[in-house]
Structures are given as C-alpha cells and as structure tokens.
C-alpha cells in the first residue's frame, strides 16, 4: 500500500491565482481531512469528509473548498490564493467503523509545501 | 474546547540522554491520546497512543502513559540516538469532534 500520496510536493504561486491541491488514499478509508500547519504552530483542520459525497468544514475553511467524489481522492481547492494562505498542507486518512468506541488513527500523506507570493 | 499543551522547544540532548517531552490536555469526555513524529521534509507518522486511562503506549523506545488524574501523556525515551531527531507532536481525539487537536510541537535536535 502507498498509503496517502499528495502532489505537488511544492508549488509557489501568485496572489489571485487558484490551484488543486491532489490527495489519494489506498487503505480504503471512509474518512479524510485536510490540515494545514503553520510555522511553530499545531495542525489546524480545514475540511473534512466522512464518506464519498459528504464533506463539512473544520476550524479554518474560508479561502478553501474541497469535494469528495470517490472514496479514495479528496482534492483542495484553493480559488484565490492569498499570502495568508502559505502553510504546509497535510492530507490524512482513517477507518471509522460503525459502534466505534474510541477515536481512531489518522494517517498523514507527506503534505504540500505552498508558498503564495 | 479541547485542547493540547506541550513543551515548548527547541530541546537539544546529548546521545544516550534520558527525554521527556511533556503534554497535557483538556477535553471534554475520554479522549484517544496520540504521538506524531515528523523527521525533516516528511509527513506525521504515528509513534505511538493510548486509548483510555492507564493505558501505555510504545513504539521503538517511546512510552507514554495515559494519565486521567493529572490530564497528561509525556513522552519519554531512556536513551535517545541521533536518528530521534525530529519534531514531536502530542494530539487528543474524541469522538463527536471530528478533528484531532495538535499540540505547537516540539522541535527535539541529538547531537553525537
């Protein structure tokens, strides 16, 4: 298994311009998030999706959206990129069964390193 | 709201040195307790967690130990190499709460 793959690995972009961050999943995961890590900070959630179809906001969504088409690829999308936005983005992934009694793993992807400019 | 507090680095330790990195946290039920290592230019790998009180987590020397009483998961190694360099993330999951909460990290540099 390749577990959670992204690309780019690195992207710079200009203000305004708008990209597609990629995340793929082979472990057959119901669920998916997309996180964003700033310097000397913690993870911080932006969005996440339960199930293919089904996507809903984390802490810190506003510049972002996301879908949720297939099981395994839950794509970021960022519309117009703004300084504010430059941050390393970690996609990861997890199984929640049905009666599951405790929080489960999640499973990073190796993230995407973005610089807006 | 949930959250997690972890030792501020950067912490810089001589091989074969004694580590604790200190996390404790707060929520509002029982939440898992994990460990993240990031080694540089890598994503988060699990190290290590814990799911209810009492519980000890380890993975590859680490341990740590689900405290209730004092809300706490330290991380500690008993002799850490130079390929424990990384920076180390402490984060708590509940269910009902869709994310997993992070702790700043701690950067942890071991010098030969």
């Known amino acids: 298994n390749a577990g959670v793959t992204q690309t780019p690995k690195f992207r710079i972009l200009k203000i305004g311009q708008s990209m597609t961050l990629q995340c793929t999943q082979d472990?057959?995961?119901?669920?998916m998030y997309w996180y964003r890590q700033d310097p000397g900070m913690g993870l911080k959630l932006i969005y996440y999706s339960v199930g293919a179809g089904i996507t809903d906001k984390g802490e810190v969504p506003n510049g972002y959206n996301v879908s949720r088409s297939t099981t395994e690829d839950f794509p970021l999308r960022l519309e117009l990129a703004a300084p504010s936005q430059t941050s390393v983005y970690f996609c990861?992934?997890?199984?929640?069964?049905?009666?599951?009694?405790?929080?489960?793993?999640?499973?990073f992807g190796p993230g995407t390193r973005l610089l807006v400019l | 709201g949930d959250s997690v507090t972890q030792m501020e680095g950067p912490v810089t330790l001589s091989e074969e040195a004694f580590l604790t990195i200190n996390c404790t946290y707060t929520?509002?039920?029982?939440?898992?307790l994990f460990w993240y290592v990031q080694y540089p230019g890598e994503g988060l790998q699990l190290l290590l967690k814990?799911?209810?009180?009492?519980d000890k987590g380890s993975n590859k020397g680490f341990e740590a130990t689900y405290r209730k009483e004092t809300t706490s998961f330290h991380l500690e190694k008993g002799s850490v190499q130079v390929s424990d360099s990384a920076v180390y993330f402490c984060a708590s999951g509940e269910l009902g709460n869709e994310k997993l909460t992070f702790g700043t990290g701690t950067r942890l540099t071991i010098i030969p």
């Open positions: 990861a992934s997890s199984y929640r069964g049905p009666g599951q009694g405790v929080f489960e793993t999640q499973y």
């Open positions: 929520a509002t039920g029982y939440p898992s």
């Open positions: 814990a799911t209810k009180a009492d």
């Open positions: 472990m057959n995961h119901n669920y």
